[in-house]
């Protein structure tokens, strides 16, 4: 057994220093303003209404050719087409398992709020063309193709897992809308720790808790860079929804909460850009698989198009302008020496990230966290994994199942629809008395601030360190040696823990913790 005074001392300096390794993040737009003018820059700019993409890059990387001005330009257009589509009933059910266990830890912070809950669907409802039965025959590969884990499987050329076809139940998504849960706490604040440390590439390390500095975009690999942005900028959208569709407990009223954005998003611009960026990489990949998009099957099996012309020709117009809009040069990524390995270790991380949304302790988060990694991972699937052949509908109809179409749109709307609101809270903004945009903004620095919330710090590690004791408990009532082995393992990992803090020193920035 350990000497007691060793446990005593790790643990101590790991609650002491917790709140330490959590700071304000620094902003890659606005130069040197202060977060008050940052704030009132993202809020009082005027979207434009017409514009073309440029023939240079001027997006929020170096792989996007097009500006923030194009995507405003289109996306009214695009929200309102996207809106419509997923009502429809192909776009609308989705077959998710919500009860598979945690892989990574044994969770216990499940959300008890009636918000969290979700509405499933009667399979008898369904199509029955669209269900498990009936596309486990024609869209599961050969067995040898695919890496089982419990409840959910992989393809090589999969960046995540898949739901098992046998698993699950059927969700309306129109029913379950992504909004205010109540979802927080250090269940919460564990889940989006646990995804950004997705971002540590054995290539070439970097750290994952904040934006880029220009110092850092300078060390760190253009496939890294695009992969944090993509986390961020998921993050992001997650965080507009919340604040957009958002719980007054004061008047028992659902609405917007400006407060809630200035201090998630606003106060953070590169965060909005990271926004748009996605945006960008998931209209690549509708254009680019747009042709077998255009040759599914959206009626229900009957293979006759003109059963559902409205489908169709909503589907098309997103499609028609994301041949316009989509302009990420993905030829650019995953070139070199370490070009393989590079892309193996970014689908290794994503798929990680898709089963950490196995942890999440709210259903209805645990649902749209799952439609939208799903709905990235197929978008970065069309984009470095599928060649000009594979993408032939003649050639390959079974390309994408059922549920990778519907993730792939869902998401895609997820994200104009978080880029329409950013323009709903800034007309809020605009009828704001000016006393009243004062008191707004009087919060900003304070949020800025080193966060001693309960979901940062030594909380959340006390939580964590409670949750490693009990297992350990478990593990020496059944064995001696096991015990000990598992006594070492938590020491190992606090010793690490301690190493990780000290590789923080220095860094101002942590990642925004809500769910």
């Excluded at 994994?385 to 390959?396: M, R, T």
């Excluded at 096991?482 to 990992?493: D, K, M, P, Q, T």
Aim: with cysteine.
């Amino acid at each position: 057994m350990l000497p007691r005074h060793l446990y005593t001392l790790v643990f101590t300096f790991l609650l002491q220093s917790g709140a330490e390794a959590s700071g304000p993040q620094t902003s890659l737009a606005g130069g040197g303003l202060g977060k008050k003018e940052q704030v009132q820059d993202v809020l009082d700019h005027k979207p434009v209404t017409e514009a073309s993409c440029k023939q240079f890059p001027t997006g929020p990387i170096d792989t996007t050719s097009c500006d923030f001005e194009t995507v405003e330009s289109v996306n009214d257009a695009l929200y309102t087409h996207l809106h419509d589509l997923v009502q429809t009933p192909f776009f609308k059910y989705f077959r998710v398992d919500l009860y598979r266990d945690c892989p990574f830890w044994q969770e216990h912070g499940l959300c008890m709020n009636r918000e969290c809950g979700i509405t499933t669907v009667d399979e008898k409802e369904i199509p029955e063309i669209w269900r498990a039965a009936a596309l486990s025959k024609v869209e599961i590969p050969h067995k040898d193709q695919l890496h089982h884990l419990p409840g959910c499987y992989y393809r090589d050329s999969d960046f995540c897992f898949l739901d098992d076809m046998s698993e699950g139940d059927y969700v309306d998504l129109t029913l379950n809308p992504e909004r205010f849960t109540g979802y927080t706490g250090p269940s919460a604040h564990r889940v989006w720790s646990s995804i950004y440390e997705e971002n540590c590439f054995g290539v070439s390390h970097f750290d994952t808790l904040g934006a880029f500095t220009e110092e850092e975009e300078a060390k760190t690999c253009l496939e890294q860079r695009v992969y944090y942005k993509i986390i961020s900028g998921l993050h992001t959208s997650i965080s507009t929804h919340i604040c957009y569709d958002n719980f007054n407990q004061s008047t028992g009223e659902w609405g917007p909460n400006l407060q809630c954005f200035i201090d998630r998003v606003a106060s953070h611009p590169e965060r909005l850009e990271y926004m748009y960026f996605n945006t960008v990489l998931l209209l690549r990949a509708v254009a680019r698989i747009g042709p077998y998009l255009s040759a599914y099957d959206y009626c229900g099996g009957t293979g006759n198009h003109e059963t559902d012309p409205y489908t169709l020709g909503e589907l098309n117009s997103v499609i028609n302008i994301a041949q316009n809009v989509g302009k990420f040069d993905e030829k650019t990524l995953f070139r070199g020496p370490n070009a393989e390995i590079l892309k193996e270790e970014f689908k290794q991380h994503f798929r990680n990230v898709s089963r950490i949304m196995d942890c999440v302790g709210c259903d209805k988060c645990r649902l749209w966290g799952k439609v939208q990694t799903s709905g990235v991972g197929t978008a970065l699937k069309i984009l470095f994994e599928l060649d000009e052949k594979a993408l032939d509908p003649k050639l390959n109809h079974n390309l994408l199942s059922r549920s990778e179409v519907v993730a792939l749109i869902n998401t895609l709307h997820r994200f104009t629809e978080s880029l329409h609101a950013v323009n709903e809270f800034r007309d809020m903004w605009q009828r704001e008395e000016t006393a009243q945009k004062g008191k707004l903004l009087e919060k900003v620095d304070d949020a800025s601030s080193p966060r001693q919330s309960p979901l940062a710090g030594s909380d959340v590690l006390r939580y964590e360190l409670l949750a490693d004791l009990q297992r350990w408990l478990r593990v020496c009532k059944q064995s001696t040696v096991f015990c000990v082995r598992g006594i070492l393992a938590g020491l190992r990992s606090a010793i690490e823990a301690v190493t990780k803090l000290f590789q923080l020193s220095g860094k101002d920035r942590a990642p925004h913790i809500e769910f």
